[in-house]
């Protein structure tokens, strides 16, 4: 395939954004992104609808004033992607933006689901370590469009039918209001060319089926498809939004998410009618970004029935639903993270589910030994996940106790404890983060010691 020279001209040359860059400003504010993100991760696959997105961020900046790095995922599937993936780098650098490129490697063959699900985890490892806020999709109201028929086509339920959100968690989609062609109108005053994916006029993967073949022919006799399934899913999506509203507002649930994952008190969930139990069931495993069909859902409502603390249930795509302490969890299962060494003055991170933070500031008072904040002697700690058979000598206490019963004790649930953060001095474990602090290097008051706080998420 003949690919252009160049997917964006200077940036000089770009006209002002106009209407389109109105109602996109709009579309933006609407989103209500938090004052204090600084920097965005725009997915740009070097099409037309992804450029149109990264040339309108580009024109309105002086609304949202936020950093845009450009993120690029170089499949590997097409013979002309890394020729692409060039191509993208270059658009970028044209409007001063940076730009990440991550080569997948995924070869000819390979399903547009996993394509999907390879991409996605790259844009989040890349948001994580280019330490951006939020990652911006192109989707569209074409894209709503054909995602709604095609749920409908696969027997998906009322929350699937609602279509994609605008915004999800750290997934900003701001295109869904505009069309396929007003974004290519918006490219085509600019100059823009792009590049075509023959994927996308492809009947042999199932969205391209649906772009090319079904919805043409629901067309011929409903000229308004389209803006029928638009309003089915804006009901279905009231249907979703009900329900998530519910699990707030309906009392003994006490819904609490964390990274990644959600609690509710079990109880409650048990006792109802199982009508209503699944569609909270599924509401709160929405909550923490997993979608789980009547069947799974009835599955989690009968271990809710059994009440057989302490069991796992896998849910498929790494998520699973864990009965511990009274309380049901949907979780998404990750390995330990590995070691952190902590040896500068002051510094921020990521471990694992965990955001680590540390300076060096004169000790206070030994103060509880389950808090979330301690100080250490010397100039180097370790973070670590737990071991078999670790055990510390608790602050106040006397003997070693073993990490596994401190967990227990604090009524940690079995799958969080694998990734539960613990720091070591000299080789000696001293803290069980927000469960117990060792005995061991503890400074004097007023001493200079090097200080760990860890929080959720």
């Not at 989609?173 to 792009?194: I, K, N, Q, T, W």
């Not at 409502?301 to 057989?308: I, T």
């Not at 370790?382 to 078999?388: F, K, S, W």
């Not at 539960?420 to 503890?442: I, K, Y």
Request: with cysteine; net charge positive; hydrophobic share 45%.
């Amino acid at each position: 395939m003949q690919l252009p020279p160049a997917l964006t001209p200077p940036v000089s040359l770009s006209p002002p954004p106009g209407e389109l860059g109105r109602r996109f400003v709009e579309a933006w504010q609407e989103l209500e992104a938090p004052s204090a993100w600084r920097r965005i991760l725009v997915a740009v696959s070097g099409g037309p609808d992804s450029l149109a997105l990264l040339h309108l961020l580009h024109d309105t900046r002086h609304t949202h004033r936020l950093d845009i790095l450009v993120g690029h995922a170089d499949h590997g599937i097409h013979p002309e992607s890394a020729a692409v993936a060039q191509r993208v780098v270059h658009a970028a650098n044209a409007l001063g933006c940076a730009v990440v490129v991550g080569r997948l490697a995924l070869g000819p063959g390979t399903s547009e689901t996993t394509a999907r699900t390879a991409r996605h985890r790259w844009l989040e490892r890349a948001r994580r370590a280019e330490g951006a806020e939020a990652i911006v999709l192109a989707h569209h109201r074409d894209d709503q469009i054909e995602t709604v028929l095609l749920r409908a086509v696969e027997g998906s339920g009322p929350a699937g039918l609602a279509g994609m959100r605008p915004r999800q968690g750290r997934l900003l989609r701001p295109l869904l209001r505009f069309s396929r062609a007003e974004l290519g109108d918006y490219l085509a005053a600019r100059g823009v060319v792009a590049w075509s994916d023959p994927a996308n006029e492809d009947p042999a993967h199932r969205r391209s089926w649906i772009r090319t073949r079904v919805l043409p022919l629901l067309q011929e006799g409903a000229p308004d498809v389209g803006e029928r399934l638009l309003r089915l899913a804006e009901q279905a999506g009231g249907n979703r939004r009900g329900w998530d509203a519910a699990l707030d507002l309906i009392p003994g649930l006490d819904p609490r998410p964390g990274s990644g994952r959600i609690s509710v008190a079990a109880l409650p969930l048990a006792g109802y009618d199982s009508d209503l139990a699944l569609a909270l069931l599924q509401a709160t495993a929405r909550r923490a970004g997993f979608v789980l069909g009547p069947r799974r859902a009835e599955r989690v409502f009968r271990l809710l029935k059994a009440g057989r603390s302490g069991r796992v249930l896998e849910l498929g795509a790494e998520c699973r639903a864990e009965l511990a302490f009274g309380r049901l969890c949907f979780y998404r299962s990750t390995a330990a993270p590995s070691r952190l060494v902590i040896a500068s003055d002051a510094g921020e991170a990521r471990w694992g589910a965990w955001r680590v933070r540390w300076s060096r500031e004169a000790a206070p008072a030994p103060g509880r030994r389950d808090g979330w904040v301690a100080w250490f002697i010397g100039q180097e700690v370790v973070l670590r996940a737990p071991a078999p058979g670790d055990r510390l000598p608790p602050l106040g206490g006397t003997g070693r106790r073993l990490v596994v019963r401190c967990l227990q004790d604090a009524r940690v649930e079995r799958s969080r404890r694998g990734g539960w953060p613990l720091v070591e001095v000299d080789g000696a474990l001293q803290w069980v983060a927000g469960v117990c602090r060792g005995a061991g290097a503890v400074p004097a008051i007023g001493e200079g010691a090097l200080r760990i706080e860890v929080s959720d998420g």
